[in-house]
């Protein structure tokens, strides 16, 4: 096909900005494209075309123009700014790699968990990525992630950009389809992906040394295509991301091990937060439950009810 057919070609988005969509035609060619009238219409109305939609386009005059967006199969949905709208952030994404480091930025447990909430409510699989082994001679924070999340039944790559450690491991993931890399920034995501595929040369930061908190390497969501032909978006820091729409019942059935507990509470609708007897709060008692993963239980559930469902 020529570029001045007009048979629609497909594609998928890779980068939304101001107007402007970076497109990724069939057989890899990249487009910027514009949306036509009625896919603006669609998408002022809150369904946004974001990275990963799978689009047809048209050839008009000498531009790109989407005609059409495809239902997605997962959406990355998050708590926008200011907490009253939805941001989609990516979509028809299947796997998940929450990612995080053993130090440098600290490893927040509550974001972990709130980040495998968020990938279990998007329709994605998800795993756990350990990055900068290196900084962790000792192995004690690595030991005890990867006991409390394998324990949970998540796989759990240990990986470091500086030793080379887990990178086959990673790619052999990423290579497989389409998925994202999700967590705070600082942790290694961008330098992660250039290590698995140096010609995608993103942009990486340093730690700033007086927080040691990432900085925001990262502007907006790109999806790339690695060269074995897997696709994965690079997401800027995910350090404080609410849930949207989540209501309590789902958030209690995105933490796996509560489940036997559960359903041996004798309490109808037991939310499993203060009642003395809750088999739940017994199995946390009894250390078979992590209190980590119970406290950020307790906290997403609170959140998710406030939120979303707390209205009478
Ligand atoms: N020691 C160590 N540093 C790493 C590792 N991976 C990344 N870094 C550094 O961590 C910082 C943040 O990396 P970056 O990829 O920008 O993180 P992102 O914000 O998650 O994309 C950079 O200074 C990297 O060089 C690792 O495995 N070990
Ligand atoms: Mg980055
Ligand atoms: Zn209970």
Not at 60 to 75: G, I, K, P, Y
Not at 214 to 221: D, E, K, L
């Amino acid at each position: 096909m020529t570029d001045g057919s007009q048979a629609a070609t497909h594609g998928v988005v890779c980068a939304a900005g101001g107007g402007v969509y970076e497109v990724r035609l069939e057989g890899g060619r990249m487009v910027e494209a514009a949306l036509r009238g009625r896919v603006k219409l669609e998408a002022r109305a809150g369904d946004k075309v974001v990275a990963g939609d799978r689009v047809t386009l048209m050839r008009w005059r000498d531009a790109w123009v989407v005609e059409s967006v495809e239902a997605r199969t997962t959406a990355i949905v998050r708590r926008g700014r200011g907490g009253r709208r939805a941001k989609i952030v990516a979509a028809n994404l299947d796997t998940a790699l929450v990612v995080l480091a053993t130090r440098d930025p600290t490893a927040s447990y509550q974001l972990i968990d709130r980040l495998l909430v968020i990938a279990e409510t998007s329709g994605m699989q998800s795993l756990l990525v350990v990055n900068k082994a290196d900084l962790d001679p000792q192995r004690r924070i690595v030991g005890e992630l990867t006991a409390l999340y394998g324990g949970i039944g998540y796989p759990v790559l240990v990986t470091s950009t500086a030793t080379g450690e887990g990178l086959g491991a990673l790619r052999t993931e990423l290579c497989r389809g389409a998925a994202a890399l999700v967590g705070p920034s600082g942790v290694g995501k961008s330098s992660l992906l250039n290590a698995v595929d140096p010609a995608l040369s993103l942009r990486t930061g340093e730690l700033s040394g007086r927080t040691r908190k990432g900085r925001h390497t990262t502007v907006g969501v790109r999806l790339v295509a690695l060269a074995c032909g897997g696709l994965v978006a690079d997401t800027p820091g995910f350090g404080d991301v609410g849930l949207w729409d989540v209501a309590p019942d789902i958030v209690e059935r995105c933490f796996p091990e509560l489940e036997g507990p559960r359903n041996e509470c004798r309490f109808a609708g037991c939310a499993h937060l203060k009642d003395a007897g809750c088999a739940v709060r017994a199995a946390v008692e009894r250390g078979e439950v992590a209190e980590s993963r119970y406290r950020s239980y307790v906290a997403l559930r609170e959140e998710s009810e406030s939120q979303n469902h707390g209205m009478p």
